[in-house]
């Protein structure tokens, strides 16, 4: 496929925008590229935090980044879902939306997590009907993230990386590349992080992610709650260099520190990718 | 079964053992890589702990006066029995706490009643940040009506506005919360008091209201035009030993209650 990123905006350099800091934003107006918006917690809401992104959309280019669209799900899509997300988009100005390849619930029950996926050829088709069905509706490609998980099933018959690569171009999807994750996969279900990035269709990848994990139990959990961790700014390069030429984004949704902690990260994002380039 | 094969039947049973403990039986080894350091059961248990530690979390957010009063371990217990009960119903998490105070009035501990009226307050509070502001009452506009439009006007409340009348002092406790002046494990004492909720801009501002005036303001939410709200509910009651309310003690009660946005127009009828 040939594509520049679907046409979508370079942004640059952008963090997850959090409650915590919105005060700190509007005041400061601090130099960074762009914000993530977390979409959920804005389509239930017609008070204080809608007033707040407004603000914040005015000023710096955003896009919406989901939890919520269960595009995996066998239940069926939540029309009302998609139209609220499709009127928050319009509203703030959005560049693009995305949502993970996974699915959050079963049966009309919610579990507001991200449950994997067998990479089977009936997920594939599946899950790329949906995303086909969710682009039409918002009239933009969907931007697809590779989760983190803990489990695999023994019926996938597809590596992670095959899968995602062929559902993308079934569905002519665009991909959010979370280096983070594919470090904490390739550590929780034993896999070569730089045979799978060599594995993706990199001119699909309208975003990457980067974001710090942390060691449980027998197992690395995607916390979002430290620094980036070394290995992952090498894979952040090593993307790059394998032509992954999109905006990047860092998140920070637990323990979340001050803004000027996430300047300082973002600094060695940027760092990181003028190396590789 | 020797292990779930479509994509919908091996959904149904990963959801079933994400809700229920889950025992580390031949289907779960059947259906999940087994790798690393993990057993196929402790991949299952991974997505299990994770559920309730995100529904507390989420009611850790919106209810931080109740943990303080519970303390921390009691508060998840409460939570887990609530996730319980109360499975997620949507997609968004923004509602998901609603339910809390009745579930906590329907519990059978001594301090069950002060923990629901804490946790109404908290819900108050919640709904107050995700209510549209809109318009908002000035005290020019409802200085202009004149005697003869009392009798038809309605003030309209804002969307964030709650009264709540309660039996405890939730509204001194909640301050002394805020304050950090009060100890885990206090609740608030017994007596009747009342407090509105609303919001102007991106304050949210507690008010509270005296329990003569608090049925002055409940009638003018339920949109009993002015003068009806003000005969019936100012004069006092002999019988029931309440004072008229003096006519400073209203004047500062309408301005207090227009300043921090309580309502947002006048109706005319």
């Keep these: ?92 100005g959005a560049h693009w939306v995305s949502d993970h390849i996974c699915w959050t619930g ?65 569905a002519d999807a665009g991909l959010l590349l979370d280096v983070n994750n594919v ?95 | 079964m020797s292990g779930p094969r479509k994509l919908g039947e091996l959904q149904r049973w990963l959801f079933e053992r994400v809700l229920d403990p889950a025992p580390a039986d031949a289907e779960t080894a059947a259906a999940v890589v087994v790798g690393g350091q993990l057993s196929a059961a402790e991949r299952v248990e991974v997505y299990r702990q994770g559920y309730a530690a995100r529904l507390v979390e989420c009611l850790e957010d919106d209810y931080p006066a109740l943990q303080h009063a519970l303390g921390a371990a009691a508060f998840e217990a409460v939570c887990r029995d609530f996730i319980q009960a109360h499975p997620p119903p949507s997609p968004s998490l923004n509602h998901y706490g609603a339910p809390l105070a009745r579930f906590l009035a329907a519990r059978p501990e001594h301090w069950s009643q002060p923990a629901a009226e804490l946790a109404q307050l908290e819900w108050a509070l919640v709904e107050a940040i995700h209510a549209e502001e809109g318009e908002r009452l000035d005290s020019v506009a409802l200085g202009r009506l004149s005697p003869e439009d009392w009798s038809r006007a309605r003030l309209l ?44 801009g991106a304050d949210i501002w507690r008010v509270r209201i005296s329990p003569a005036l608090a049925p ?17 509910c100012t004069a006092g009651d002999e019988t029931a030993g309440s004072a008229a309310i003096a006519p400073e003690e209203l004047q500062r009660a309408f301005h207090d209650w227009v300043a921090c946005g309580m309502f947002s127009g006048v109706r005319l009828e």
């Design chain 1, 106 to 170: 079963v049966n009309g029950r919610y579990g507001h997590d991200l449950y994997p996926i067998p990479f089977t050829e009936e997920a594939l088709r599946h899950v790329a009907r949906r995303v086909r069905q969710v682009q039409d509706y918002l009239e933009a490609p969907l931007v697809l993230e590779n989760p983190s998980t803990y489990l695999d099933f023994r019926g996938s018959t597809l590596r992670e990386a095959e899968f995602i690569s062929a559902l993308l171009d079934e």
């Design chain 2, 157 to 200: 409340p804002s969307p964030a506005l709650r009264l709540l009348r309660l039996r405890h002092a939730v509204a001194d406790h909640y301050q002394a919360f805020r304050e950090g002046s009060v100890a885990s494990g206090r609740w608030p004492s017994p007596g009747e008091s009342a407090i509105a909720v609303c919001r102007r």
């Design chain 1, 1 to 92: 496929m040939e594509t520049d990123r679907f046409g979508l905006p370079q942004l640059g350099f952008g963090v997850g925008l959090r409650t915590v800091h919105y005060e700190h934003i509007l005041r400061e107006r601090p130099r960074l590229g762009w914000f993530e918006v977390l979409s959920d917690n804005y389509l239930h809401t017609r008070g204080r935090p809608l007033d707040f992104l407004d603000q914040i959309a005015d000023r710096y280019p955003v896009a919406l980044h989901g939890v919520g669209l269960s595009i995996g799900s066998t239940d069926p899509l939540n029309l009302d879902y998609l139209a609220q997300l499709k009127a928050l988009r319009d509203r703030v």
């Design chain 2, 216 to 232: 002055l303001l409940a009638c003018l939410i339920s949109g009993t035009p002015l003068s009806s709200a003000l005969e019936r």
């Design chain 1, 183 to 277: 470090y904490v996969n390739s550590h929780n279900h034993g896999f070569d992080p730089l045979a799978y990035l060599q594995q993706l269709p990199m001119q699909r990848v309208v975003q990457l992610h980067v974001a710090g994990h942390s060691q449980a139990r027998g197992y690395l959990a995607d916390t979002h709650s430290a620094p980036v961790a070394e290995p992952v700014w090498a894979l952040l390069e090593q993307a790059v260099q394998l032509g992954a030429r999109a905006p990047v984004l860092l998140e920070w949704d637990a323990e979340i520190p001050s803004f000027d902690v996430l300047e300082r990260e973002l600094g060695l994002a940027q760092a990181c990718c003028a190396r590789a380039s």
